[in-house]
């Protein structure tokens, strides 16, 4: 062999086995390599990590089956307004002398709002009950007139026009008694105006006029007052639900809940009052309303609301959680954990969905146990590590 040849491979064993030698002479020194099986020891790694990743759990998040009743529900998106909206005006015309509430105030029905200058009215007042007083007496007059000539033609003394002209004369001295009698009742009424009050309890609003100024008989605003207690909530539902509210007013009163942006937790619950008479044509939807009670003035006029309106309850619904829902080819379905702690494959038939929780119509029944979290790397059959105890579907119950 000469110096700088090497000699290399020598293939032996199986066909899957390769043995691999080198021998270098260098002044007349033979240095070996090492003779190993080429890839062996990559190769069993490799195998081996696969096995135990194979068998390894897969670490998941689950929640029970629970069957109970839900409501059939219709959402929309309504607006708060006021159960009464008053615009107070003045009914005579003359200066305000007199503001008697502050902005904003809280105010009940009789309570005084504002004074116009009464000294003219009372005038008018005093001129018609000296007008009605002038004309009793005449009337008096006339009236003994009338029967002193009735007298006298009884007797034959008195011609019958002189009877007929008395008796007209008296008739039409009661007839200006009594025109006097409602002229004076209007001068009371028109100074009685001159005191402003609330006409309904509620809430004032601004002031849109000021001490001082001459307002207008039935033309001049001077506050809004809005009745926030009871309160009203408006919404549109899509014509399509006409029928059903329809029927279940028949049968009793619809509830309906109102919870204000951000504060999904708390809903304001009231019924169903109002049901317009007629379809929008425009939009395809029907106008209704609730009435709220209230009581702690959550609900303002002109805010925007989430509304739910409750058609009727379905009994005995079978809910999972909606992460739990996954869509593959064939369709919708979940993960079902079995007793020895492998996975099972199961479509499912989704009906609406209640919250964070859907309506399973077909592929579930109560008590089993699905997986919410971990679904990616989830085949069937592969075993699972629960993460946390089985709960049921509504969030933060046992």
Known sequence: ????????????????????????????????????????????????????????????????????????????????????????????????????????????????????????????????????????????????????????????????????????????????????????????????????????????????????????ANETALVVIEQVRPIYVAFSVPEHHVAAVKERLADGRLPVEATLPGEEGTAERGVLTFMDNRVDTATGTIRLKGTFQNEHRRLWPGQFVNVILILATERNAVLVPSQAIQTGQQGQFVFVVKADQAVELRPVLVGRTVGDRVVIQEGLKAGEIVVTDGQLRLVPGAKVDIKNPPTTTRTGSP
């Open 1 to 216: 062999m000469k110096n700088d040849e090497a000699s290399i491979l020598r293939r032996g064993g199986g066909a899957s086995t390769r043995w691999t030698a080198l021998a270098v002479t260098y002044g007349g020194i033979v240095l070996a390599a090492g003779v190993l099986p080429a890839g062996c020891g990559r190769g069993n790694a490799e195998n081996n990590s696969s096995r135990s990743g194979v068998d390894a759990p897969v670490p998941v998040v689950v929640a029970r089956v629970v069957q109970e009743d839900v409501p059939i529900q219709v959402p929309a998106i309504g607006w708060v307004e006021g159960y009464a909206v008053v615009t107070v005006k003045a009914r005579v015309e003359g200066q305000l002398t007199g503001v008697h509430f502050t902005k904003g105030q809280d105010l009940k029905a009789g309570d005084l709002l504002f004074t116009i200058d009464p000294r003219p009215f009372a005038a008018a007042v005093q001129a018609a009950e000296s007008q009605l007083a002038r004309d009793k007496a005449l009337a008096e007059d006339a009236e003994k007139d009338a029967q002193w000539k009735a007298d006298l033609f009884r007797q034959g003394t008195a011609a019958q026009r002189e009877y007929d002209q008395s008796r007209a004369q008296a008739e039409a001295l009661r007839a200006t008694v009594r025109a006097d009698e409602a002229a004076l009742e209007k001068a009371k009424l028109e100074l009685e105006y001159c005191t402003i009050r609330s006409p309904i309890d509620g809430r004032a609003g601004d002031l849109l006029v000021d001490r001082g100024n001459i307002v207008k």
